[in-house]
């Protein structure tokens, strides 16, 4: 037999053996598409840094979600952007049944029902004046035990607008657990609780700031993990675990590849990816120079996390990833 016998290149030679010998594929029902609804809009707004991705209006998201479903998009994140005015030092417009957070659960619930997975952000940073993802201290710190009260009232608020899953995201210690306990006492043990387990205080969240008019001041390093850091991360993942979580994320995805591929190894509990706003608002600035193909490299990063070790992916690019899956396979 001539040199080289072995040829790995036989399996690559047509698309379609390429297609049959693919080994990790993803699938639209892995998809999570994140949607902003803005209190007060009567027609959807764009967000400059996020070119494609609107602030909703209450219809506008309705039809962003019906069209989603017809896309097969596994399920919806859903962020709530009250008016300045109704924004305060509590957060209190989060757990306010007219609240535009839990409004828009309920629109999004009677659109689509249970032919996709309604999920909530359970955080009170869009709805505090100051920004922080909980209530303050006097001299200005996090309040990390106060704030488990307001949101265990979130958790049950969120779930009885109609949400299937709430997402916790404020990185305070114990949420889980509280949550946990508050959804189960208000008789909704079957609502979902899909932690941010490893959220990082990374540069990344930018055009996320825009969308939601975050009012932040200063920083979240005090509650968010250090990029640095893998060990904690696999701490905080254990800890959410034992405390009830569902299933467990980390945020953002692609310089996290690393994390998400050891939190797979660590835990039997579904594991998410949040492809946060910067790595989207990148692709789609090169993408527009006419540096990249934006498809190509749209498909490509999503591949790499689900290799990763992520079976549920958050992605701005849900719907269009969606359909283009499903023109491929």
């Known amino acids: 037999m001539s040199f080289p016998d072995i040829r790995p290149r036989r399996l690559r030679r047509t698309a379609a053996l390429r297609r049959l010998v693919e080994e990790t594929r993803v699938s639209p029902a892995e998809l999570v598409l994140p949607l902003f609804v803005k209190e007060g809009l009567t027609e959807p707004r764009p967000i400059s840094s996020l070119p494609g991705v609107l602030q909703h209006s209450r219809d506008s998201l309705r039809k962003a979600a019906h069209e989603a479903v017809g896309a097969g998009v596994g399920g919806l994140m859903l962020f709530g952007v009250p008016a300045s005015e109704n924004k305060d030092e509590t957060g209190s417009g989060g757990i306010d049944p007219d609240g535009i957070l839990n409004v828009a659960i309920r629109d999004v619930i009677a659109e689509v029902g249970d032919s996709t997975v309604v999920m909530s952000d359970l955080c009170l940073d869009e709805f505090t004046s100051h920004g922080h993802c909980g209530v303050l201290t006097p001299d200005g710190a996090v309040d990390n035990d106060a704030t488990l009260d307001l949101y265990a009232r979130m958790g049950v608020a969120q779930a ?86 569902d299933m467990v994320m980390v945020k953002p995805a692609l310089p996290y590849l690393d994390v998400i591929a050891a939190v797979r190894d660590r835990v039997t ?15 789609e600035a090169a993408a527009a120079n006419g540096w990249i193909d934006r498809e190509g490299v749209m498909l490509e990063t999503l591949t790499s996390i689900k290799r990763a070790g992520a079976q549920v992916m958050l992605t701005y690019w849900a719907t269009e990833a969606a359909q283009l899956l499903r023109s491929r396979y």
Not at 210 to 239: F, H, M
Not at 269 to 283: D, T
């Open 160 to 245: 009885e607008a109609g949400a299937h899953v709430v997402g916790p995201s404020g990185m305070m210690d114990g949420q889980v657990g509280t949550i946990r306990r508050a959804l189960d006492q208000a008789g909704h043990q079957d609502v979902t609780v899909l932690a941010y387990a490893a959220k990082y205080a990374g540069a990344f969240y930018g055009p996320f700031r825009e969308a939601v008019e975050s009012t932040l001041q200063g920083d979240r390093r005090t509650y968010q993990q250090s990029p640095g850091n893998i060990r904690e991360a696999l701490r905080e993942v254990d800890l959410d675990v034992a405390e009830g979580a």
């Open 269 to 283: 509990v579904p594991v998410a990816a949040y492809q946060v706003s910067g790595e989207y608002a990148m692709v």
